[in-house]
């Protein structure tokens, strides 16, 4: 059975930092890309960032250009999002997603993720 789980999430002052984690467990890590989408109250969700299967690339969203870095552990079977120099625009439900029909490239539409997280809360305080 295939689990992820996001951790991390929490309150923050604006400026302040989190990082985020994603464990997945039940399928073989390495061949899966990873994403990090996020739902703010009232909106749609949307992509944040996601990294290839051997993180040889990534990609971020521009509104968290310059701001946002992930990484992955293959051998930790882990997912990460560092989070810097946060803003209130920033507060939302981020949700962690596993793909396989990207053929390892990751993406940016939901329906290319097989798995999902329950997300985690992050709220940025003014």
């Known amino acids: 059975q295939v689990q992820v789980v996001e951790s991390g999430g929490g309150l923050v002052q604006a400026g302040g930092s989190l990082r985020l984690s994603c464990t997945a467990s039940?399928?073989?890590?390495?061949?899966?890309?990873m994403g990090w989408f996020r739902q703010a109250p009232g909106k749609e969700r949307e992509g944040v960032s996601f990294?290839?299967?051997?993180?040889?690339?990534?990609s971020v969203a521009d509104s968290v250009k310059g701001r946002f870095t992930i990484s992955r552990d293959n051998a930790k079977n882990t997912l990460y999002l560092q989070m810097n120099s946060l803003k209130p625009d920033d507060t939302a439900i981020y949700y962690c997603a596993a793909s396989r029909y990207s053929y390892c490239s990751g993406s940016w539409k939901e329906g290319d993720y097989n798995y999902w997280g329950q997300g985690t809360q992050v709220t940025v305080s003014s």
């Open positions: 039940g399928l073989t890590f390495g061949f899966y890309a």
């Open positions: 990294i290839s299967c051997n993180s040889g690339s990534t």
